[in-house]
């Protein structure tokens, strides 16, 4: 088994880098992308594949940038296009970013020769490096390993010289500075930096590099009184006498071992603290370890820092150009390796591999070696002790809580059976408490205070399950954190526990510990949350009762029968909450009355299924969801053919048919409940699933109303949609956006939607690549159905030609389309003179949308005439090319015209005198606006005093958008004095 840590580095550019990307609007993006096409911004660079740019998103399209061209070259063109698409603030950054590596790579030259080290160290340099020797053993002999560990403590030729490279100059040629160990609790991240530490203190690593290496212990630091940079420096010295002076003369010689910042509480507002340089002043050491990161007290020393990956947040905001290293654990290969020797029977083996493939978290969480020990020994353990044992009927939870029960089953410890129900209450009270606050060291203090007593203390420390801490005296700590996850979860089942942190109830914690895991990705909240709700299953707290000989409580369910009302007046869309953890913890109970109680609340549910664990806990909820009306169903798993089942293997056949039968059971939801509307959009799916899923789909007792199937693969599934447009009569709205539909699929479709059982009103096309052959298709279809009466037709290269096939339709009497939308058609002028006569002929379409298209002052002005009469109603009319002449126009529609409610021209070259023409319009008695859109028109405080004439005696004017217009303090001041009068009846003001 390889005993080299899998990692990958990440040096923090490319995050900005995609920040900038992913702040551009969907109008800018197509912009960026149409620029890396031109030879004049690109020149000298290779040029990237239109086809691969056209559907891309900005991670994706980031991702091409750095397959095409060196990190280098992705910041100059991007800083060329920026420049070209006019975003000032964007270069700022730019250039700003550009020149802190500039600044980096003069402070480490990767071509400066290192300075000749003498032949002989000076003395105290020695006695540095044996203390630090023997100080790193210490700490080296308090990491809990697990059985067959002996492989982890050894150092490969690999892994050798991937510790070398920890330290090498990156791919901007400077050496880096700021390293960030990251990953998940016991993947080996302390373990990798002490490595490092030792290294350099035996000699066989950084000689020229490092004159001296510094450990810094978060949770002994957090523990601190206020001291001195200089005197935090000497703590380690054999005689308390470090030679400051030779630190700050040679900076570039340091290596600072950060480890453990998750500990650290640091200060709420660190752009608050002012800086610091002084290395003598008195300070909170949470201070001066804000002032070591930020570079403030030495500049060009090198930090190395080891975090838990949920931190990340908190440190990108004080370090300068970091690296991110992030630390996986065991790999794949070491995992089987793992279990083969634990196991040593190899069909065992691949059966347990193959059962915990299934559950991905799970397998992903055995990366940490210690947890691979934990599910090795109690799956061992209960194999041994039941021949009859059933590897289907585990989860998590129980895996853990037959790990702990076999530990205490044998064990001898010296409790009277009164005091067990106390003593585990005190523990997990500390579990939680350490939970809240992230303490994950505790003191002997904080032992004493909760009464717990050394019998059990040492009994919990012979059996692995604490640990001596490495770098605190009489401190104890979990082995793993998943240990003090899982205690933690217990202390909210137990009987006759309070509060874990002081104040609020235990009931009232267990609410705010719920509603917090299932709005947050931190991955130790979530697990205790599955923990908790594992922990109801009966048959497993009868046996924790049993072995433990602790007291459940009986009222949990209640409780959360009571939190669970609230649900349906959650608002779980805007709240980012979890359904997917929330299903995987409801799954973990196994209590199926249970689950369908908590589920009659739901009303929505958005679910990603991208693994066995999703689709497994999905199909297990989801059937159980009553009251579901809408659902958004993206699938990223393939779910496999029926007919291949036959030629697999047993294990696998058996997986393929139960993928199978989740897939139906999450698809019978449609036929049992009441789901009116379905988003399928960005999902991966064969034909026989889309088949599976149309068949219920066209049941008599679905209800579906609103279907969304955005970004599908392949496209060609859509073909089977057919078979719902036929036979589902309550179908009436259908959005089919961003697929390359092409002639067949389309021309499928739109022959469908002529058919008389087909009972479609609302259609959306956005973003479809439709051809010439798709639109003459289309306009056939116009007069022929008088259901279809709203069609979005918007990014598609529609142009001119293709209107005059659809206005020939929009001006078939049998039309009876009321709405629309040909945003970003590329529209011209000639377009406006067929949507005119259109207009003038059809009676029923009220709403057009014509946004993002070129149409100019003279298309304006013919658009206008057939906008004036009476029965038309113009929706909107935004960012069109046109300038302050067709103004005028617009005045004379909104007069002659009461029935316009809705305008919005943002984005035109309005400015000042557009404004004021509108104005006295606007003005009018009879005029019936309601809602005026004026964003980035080039507006000035010039345009304020006629708009506030308008809010003070305009009546039907309740929303009005100038946003993106500099109107200064007199402008807005104006503004304000007619928002505050009692005539003003605006409502909304953007």
Not at 39 to 56: D, G, M, R, S, V
Not at 150 to 167: A, Q
Not at 376 to 390: E, G, I, T
Not at 481 to 501: C, D, H, K, N, P
């Amino acid at each position: 088994m390889n005993s080299s840590t899998n990692i990958s580095v990440d040096n923090g550019s490319y995050e900005k880098l995609l920040s900038y990307l992913m702040g551009l609007d969907q109008y800018q993006l197509e912009e960026f992308k149409l620029c890396l096409q031109s030879p004049q911004l690109c020149e000298n660079f290779q040029k990237i594949p239109w086809a691969n740019l056209k559907a891309t998103d900005p991670t994706n399209l980031l991702c091409l940038l750095n397959e095409y061209f060196s990190e280098r070259q992705i910041w100059e063109v991007t800083f060329r296009i920026f420049e070209k698409m006019n975003l000032p603030s964007l270069c700022e950054e730019i250039r700003a970013e550009k020149n802190e590596i500039a600044q980096v790579q003069e402070l480490q030259d990767p071509n400066q020769e290192e300075p000749e080290m003498p032949e002989e160290e000076t003395v105290h340099r020695r006695r540095y490096r044996d203390r630090m020797k023997a100080k790193i053993l210490v700490m080296w002999d308090h990491i809990p390993w697990p059985e067959d560990h002996i492989y982890l403590r050894n150092v490969t030729e690999k892994e050798h010289e991937e510790l070398k490279s920890l330290l090498y100059p990156n791919t901007t040629g400077a050496q880096p500075q700021t390293i960030v160990l990251e990953g998940r609790a016991g993947v080996g991240k302390t373990t990798l930096a002490m490595k490092v530490m030792l290294h350099w203190a035996e000699g066989f690593l950084f000689q020229h590099r490092f004159s001296y290496v510094f450990y810094i212990s978060c949770h002994k630091m957090k523990e601190m009184e206020d001291t001195t940079f200089a005197d935090l420096l000497s703590q380690d010295w054999p005689d308390s006498q470090a030679p400051i002076e030779e630190f700050i003369c040679h900076p570039e010689r340091l290596l600072f071992v950060i480890d453990g910042f998750e500990e650290m509480a640091m200060p709420s507002k660190l752009s608050d603290s002012p800086p610091c340089t002084d290395w003598y002043q008195q300070l909170p050491v949470a201070r001066i370890l804000l002032h070591l990161l930020k570079k403030e007290l030495i500049p060009t020393a090198t930090l190395l820092i080891t975090t838990r990956d949920y931190r990340n947040g908190a440190l990108k905001k004080l370090l300068l150009n970091p690296w991110f290293v992030l630390i996986s654990g065991f790999t794949e290969g070491d995992r089987n390796e793992y279990f083969f020797r634990y196991f040593g029977d190899q069909n065992i083996a691949k059966k347990i591999l193959h059962w915990i493939r299934k559950n991905e978290t799970l397998f992903h969480s055995c990366s940490a070696p210690l947890v691979c020990w934990t599910v090795c020994s109690s799956l061992k353990r209960q194999m041994a002790r039941n021949p009859y044992f059933q590897l289907s009927t585990q989860t998590t939870t129980s895996l853990y809580a037959h790990f702990f029960s076999s530990l205490f089953a044998t064990a001898e410890v010296s409790l009277s059976d009164q005091s067990w129900p106390e003593q585990w209450r005190a523990l997990c009270s500390l579990a939680a408490e350490g939970m809240w606050f992230s303490n994950f060291t505790f003191a002997k203090e904080a032992i004493e205070h909760r009464r717990l007593e050394a019998s059990l203390i040492d009994s919990l420390l012979s059996l692995n399950i604490l640990r001596k801490a490495s770098d605190c005296e009489d401190c104890i700590a979990f082995t793993h954190q998943s240990f003090q996850v899982f205690f933690g979860a217990m202390f909210y089942v137990l009987r006759g526990t309070e509060g874990s942190i002081g104040g609020p109830t235990r009931h009232q914690e267990m609410r705010v510990l719920l509603n917090d895991a299932l709005a947050d990705t931190n991955f130790y909240w979530n697990q205790m949350a599955l923990f908790f709700f594992g922990l109801l299953k009966r048959d497993l707290a009868r046996e924790l009762e049993d072995t433990l000989h602790c007291k459940m409580s009986s009222r949990i369910m209640d409780e959360l029968l009571k939190w669970a009302e609230e649900l349906d007046k959650f608002d779980t869309v805007s709240n980012h909450f979890e359904f997917l953890q929330f299903f995987h913890c409801l799954y973990e109970t196994q209590e199926e009355n249970f689950v369908r109680q908590i589920l009659n609340h739901l009303l929505e549910a958005d679910l990603n299924i991208f693994g066995n664990l999703q689709l497994q806990v999905s199909s297990f909820c989801l059937k159980h969801c009553q009251r579901l009306s809408k659902l958004r169903l993206s699938v990223s798993s393939p779910i496999p053919h029926a007919e291949l089942t036959f030629d697999l293997e047993n294990l696998e056949m058996r997986l393929v048919d139960s993928k199978i039968r989740q897939w139906q059971d999450i698809c019978s939801v449609f036929c049992n409940g009441n789901v009116s509307e379905l988003d399928l959009s960005n999902s991966e799916l064969n034909t026989s699933s889309m088949k599976k899923l149309c068949y219920k789909l066209r049941n008599p007792r679905c209800k579906l109303q609103k279907l969304t199937c955005k970004s599908i693969t392949p496209v060609r599934i859509l073909k089977e949609l057919v078979l719902i447009l036929y036979g589902n009569n309550k179908l009436t709205h259908l959005n089919l956006s961003s697929n390359n539909l092409g002639v067949t699929v389309s021309t499928m479709i739109f022959r469908t939607l002529r058919h008389s059982a087909c009972n479609l009103k609302y259609l959306c096309l956005e973003k479809c690549n439709l051809s010439a052959s798709s639109y003459q298709n289309l306009a056939l279809l116009l007069p022929s159905t008088q259901r279809l009466t709203r069609l979005c037709l918007g990014f598609n290269q529609l142009q001119d030609d293709g209107v005059k096939l659809l206005c020939s339709s929009l001006s078939h009497p049998e039309c009876a389309l009321e709405r629309l939308v040909l945003w970003f058609c590329q529209l011209g002028a000639p377009s406006c003179r067929y949507l005119s006569e259109a207009l003038l002929r059809n009676k029923s379409l009220t709403h057009l949308n014509l946004r993002k298209n070129n149409l100019g002052d003279e298309g304006v002005k013919v658009l206008c005439k057939a906008l004036s009469h009476p029965d038309c109603n113009l929706r909107n009319l935004s960012d069109c090319s046109f300038t302050t002449e067709s103004c005028g126009e617009l005045a004379n529609v909104l007069k002659h015209n009461h029935n316009v409610k809705i305008l919005d021209i943002g984005n035109n070259d309005v400015q000042d005198d557009g404004v004021k023409r509108l104005c006295k319009v606007l003005k009018h008695s009879n005029c019936a606006l309601n809602t005026l859109g004026l964003e980035k028109c080039n507006l000035t405080p010039a345009c304020c005093q006629p708009l506030s004439s308008v809010l003070r005696s305009c009546k039907s004017l309740v929303n009005l958008n100038l946003l993106g217009n500099d109107f200064g303090p007199d402008g807005v001041n104006t503004l304000w004095k007619s928002l505050r009068r009692s005539t003003c009846k605006l409502r909304k003001l953007g």
